[in-house]
Antibody, heavy 117, light 110 residues
Framework: DVQLVESGGGLVQPGGSLRLSCAAS????????MYWVRQVPGKGLAWVSR????????SYADSVKGRFTVSRDNAKNTLYLQMNSLRAEDTAVYYC??????????WGQGTLVTVSS | QSALTQPRSVSGSPEQSATISCTGT?????????VSWYQQHPGKAPKLMIY???KRPSGVPDRFSGSKSGNTASLIISGLQPEDEADYYC??????????FGGGTKLTVL
């Protein structure tokens, strides 16, 4: 079975940094593009980033461009999201998701990031 | 990267049908057939219900169907069941390797 398990969330002060991880299993991780999507508690979903299966291409939402960096380690079957210069509006549950036909299909359970002083 | 427009809420009685609309622009929904729909129960991760406008992943009941006309996509749920009560989100490719989601619709099965 496909499994995606996010970790690394927590409380961080504005301007701080955090690195999220997403451990993948049950499929050939190195063969899939991957996404990060976030959701403010009680609100809707918002696409954050996408990375090519070999890590050679990335894209970002305007709201995080220049502050967030997506990467992956195919040897460890792990996806990352480095988040710098965090703002209160970055507070959300962050999900990683696998790509299928250019849309997210399987999703992890998410990790909560809270940006507050 | 403006969010797609969905009704805040939709309701229907068991065994009836419900339709959720998702309106975008000619830069996203209107230009690409990469429209997907997700079901999310409280406290759970989203689940893919429809992709490529109208295709169902394995395991999704055929009561769920999708369509698109112009800049508006629709999710149709026929024969509503109590377990269909959830939040539903549409998503579209928006060009230049970017994606946009809808604001979400709360489906209530009366």
């Amino acid at each position: 079975d496909v499994q995606l398990v996010e970790s690394g969330g927590g409380l961080v002060q504005p301007g701080g940094s955090l690195r999220l991880s997403c451990a993948a299993s049950g499929f050939t991780f190195s063969g899939y593009w991957m996404y990060w999507v976030r959701q403010v508690p009680g609100k809707g979903l918002a696409w954050v980033s996408r990375i090519k299966y070999d890590g050679t291409y990335t894209s970002y939402a305007d709201s995080v461009k220049g502050r967030f960096t997506v990467s992956r380690d195919n040897a460890k079957n792990t996806l990352y999201l480095q988040m710098n210069s965090l703002r209160a509006e970055d507070t959300a549950v962050y999900y990683c998701a696998r790509d299928y036909s250019s849309v997210p299909d399987y999703w992890g359970q998410g990790t909560l990031v809270t940006v507050s002083s | 990267q403006s969010a797609l427009t969905q009704p805040r809420s939709v309701s229907g009685s068991p065994e009836q049908s419900a339709t959720i609309s998702c309106t975008g622009t000619s830069s996203d929904v209107g230009s690409y057939n990469y429209v997907s729909w997700y079901q999310q129960h409280p406290g759970k991760a989203p689940k893919l219900m429809i992709y490529d406008v109208s295709k169902r992943p394995s395991g999704v009941p055929d009561r769920f169907s999708g369509s698109k006309s112009g800049n508006t996509a629709s999710l149709i749920i026929s024969g509503l069941q109590p377990e269909d009560e959830a939040d539903y989100y549409c998503c579209s490719y928006a060009g230049s390797q970017t994606w946009v989601f809808g604001g979400g619709t709360k489906l209530t099965v009366l």
